[in-house]
Every structure is written in C-alpha cells, then in structure tokens.
C-alpha cells in the first residue's frame, strides 16, 4: 500500500500537448504509471504521446475512469484546471506548475475544503456555487515534483533511479531536496513507501499535517522522513501535530539554516521573517515534539531506524 497514488492510480495529464506536459507523460509512462488520456480544452479528438485527447476533464473522465490528474499549464491557467479537476470527481490533483498566485490559491483552497464528491447537488447562494460534504480532494503542489511510490506509481517528474520501494515515507517542500534525500536512503538501504513533494509556493494544497496523518494511517509506512525548509508554518504545525498523533518515528532536516531574514532564497514559500519562519525556530519545534533532527542531508540514514 502508499498514500496518494498506486497501481490502481488511473491518471489524467492537464496540459497534455504542452512542451512539458509531453515529457512529463512520457517518463511517466516509462515508469509505468498508467496515463489514460490527456486533457487540452479545444483539441479534443487529438492525440498526444500515444494518447487520446480531451477537450474537458469531465469527458476524459467520463471515457476512462481516470482517478487522478497531473496539471502542466500555466501559472494564468492553474487555479481554473484544479477546480475543474475538482468538479469533475477527481480527487489526487498533482500540481507542478510553479508561480501561481497566493490570492488564487487562497480561493481554490476555499472550494477545495467545500468538493466532495461527483455526484453532489449544486447549488447557488448568493451567486456563489456551493456544494455539500464528503470526500477530500488532495491538491499536491502548486510547484510540487510530484508524488512517487517506488514499483507502483509516478506522478511527477522525480528520476526513477532515485527510489527502491520499501517503508520510509519522505515529505518534502522542496523538489530537488526530495530527489537529493530519497536518492541518499536508496543508497544507505532504506527503501521508500511513498515520496510527497508539497509544492514549492507560499500557500499549497495538502500540508504537512496532512500527509503525516496518511503516513500514520498508511500500513507500508513504518518511519517518515521530513525535509523542511525557511519560510511558512508547515514544520512548526506538524511539530504540534506529531506528538499526540504519530506513532511512527520521524527525521527531519531544515535547509536555510544561515539564510539572511526577509530574503528569498529560491522560491516563494523560501523567505524568512524577523521573528518568524527562521531555520533554528522550526529545528526547536521538531526537537520539542521528539524528533530526530539532523544537521546535515547525509546524517538522515544515521538517524533512522534499521528493521
């Protein structure tokens, strides 16, 4: 088993036909992840990448069952193709379009938390559409390198080689430390359940304590790996989450460690205030809520625990 996506993962590519949205459905497809169908509104009836093309998500669905969605549009385009994602009953949206404005995601969390399922009433109020409770919808990203279960399922980008399937879960804000931290377990012998790329912005879909509570409830996963940086409030909320809600061992590394206060180091969720977001604040919330911090990438297998 993993958390997100598996063999049974039936996915879609937003943006199919883009530059990117080909190479990404390529590696994917030599992964073996089971790509359906692509999606680019006014050129259904094509073909991409040995695909069938959708002009809608609805009827991409509709024709293949897909479950889940990988976005490769635009930062303009993102807000809209993760609702209609949403709206089209898919409920594992990958997003790794970076740059997308906070105000937009501020919104699609908004009618994120109000999506539950496919076939739920709609209704207006006030001319705003609203729709009952249910089932979540787990928006990975925007700016995430995907989501990867080592033998199971690639949805992303992330290299093959990196991973071995086994019993780490690895959770990580920044992509190229994700690939960086899976590759350095690979080589100690610590295979990988599951690797959570969050997204790179200042405000994502899925945070951290969500994707720790799917590791705790995940039975693959026996530790979870951390790899947190500067700037946000993820590690301190899930250092106030770990405590009384994991009981699976946790690592942690903080990048950022001697980055400038109000800089941005990289990419937009990466910037320090005066008195919050600092690399040491988070290290102290970790180490207070039990876990294992390391100073450096490569003390990370040291710290783990060997079966």
Known sequence: MSILVNGG????????????????????????????????????????????????????????????????????????SILEAADAGLRVIVCVTSGVPA?????????????????????????????????????????????????????????????????????????????????????????QSTIVGSGNGPIVGTGFVDVLSMFEDDPLTEQIVIVGEIGGQEEEMAAAFIPDRLTKPVVAFVTGQHAPSGRRMGHAGAIVGDYAGTAQLKIDALESAGVRVARSLDEIPGLLERG
């Open 9 to 80: 993962t039936r996915l879609l590519v937003q943006g199919i036909d883009s530059r990117e949205g080909t190479l990404y459905t390529e590696h994917m497809l030599a992964c073996g992840t089971r790509v359906v169908a692509g999606v680019s509104p006014g050129h259904g009836g094509t073909w991409c990448a040995g695909l069938p093309v959708f002009g809608t998500v609805k009827e991409a669905v509709h024709a293949t069952d897909a479950n889940a969605s990988l976005l490769c549009v635009p930062a303009s385009e993102a807000t809209e």
């Open 103 to 191: 105000q937009d995601m501020v919104r699609v969390k908004a009618y994120l938390r109000s999506v539950v399922s496919v076939d739920s009433v709609y209704a207006f109020e006030g001319g705003v559409r609203i729709r009952g409770r249910g089932t979540p919808v787990y928006l990975i990203g925007p700016g995430s390198p995907g989501v990867f279960s080592p033998a199971r399922c690639m949805v992303g980008a992330m290299p093959a080689y990196i991973a071995t399937p086994g019993k780490i879960g690895v959770l990580s804000r920044s992509g190229s430390l994700a690939c960086e931290v899976t590759w350095l377990l690979t080589q100690a012998g610590f295979g």
